[in-house]
């Protein structure tokens, strides 16, 4: 069983920055793609960023593009979202999540973190 944690959710302003976090247990850590989503109220999650065993990163919408970097620490089994240039719909609940199963093809996330708020104010 892999367990997922994020933290480094907050408030800040609009134009600011947060980095959130994402630890991940398991001995093959670097063999895990990861990624984060997010999910606004009434509205459904979205594929945010992903950073796959191989080093490859991916990142959902235009308005992330950018903004947004995914990266890890292999020593710390930790994945990180640096966001900066913040705007209020970025506010949303941030989840990390794992793909375990090194493979070639899409990745299946089959463990999820609890999230974490991240909130923007104008």
């Known amino acids: 069983q892999v367990q997922v944690v994020e933290s480094g959710g907050g408030l800040v302003q609009t134009g600011g920055s947060l980095r959130l976090s994402c630890a991940a247990s398991?001995?093959?850590?670097?063999?895990?793609?990861m990624a984060w989503f997010r999910q606004a109220p009434g509205k459904e999650r979205e594929f945010v960023a992903a950073?796959?065993?191989?080093?490859?990163?991916?990142y959902g919408s235009d308005s992330v593009k950018g903004r947004f970097t995914i990266s890890r620490d292999g020593a710390k089994n930790t994945v990180y979202l640096q966001m900066n240039s913040l705007k209020p719909e970025d506010t949303a609940v941030y989840y990390c999540a794992a793909d375990v199963n090194r493979r070639s093809g899409a990745p299946v996330y089959d463990y999820w973190g609890q999230g974490t708020q991240v909130t923007v104010s104008s």
């Open positions: 398991g001995r093959t850590f670097v063999t895990y793609t």
């Open positions: 950073l796959s065993w191989s080093g490859s990163r991916t």
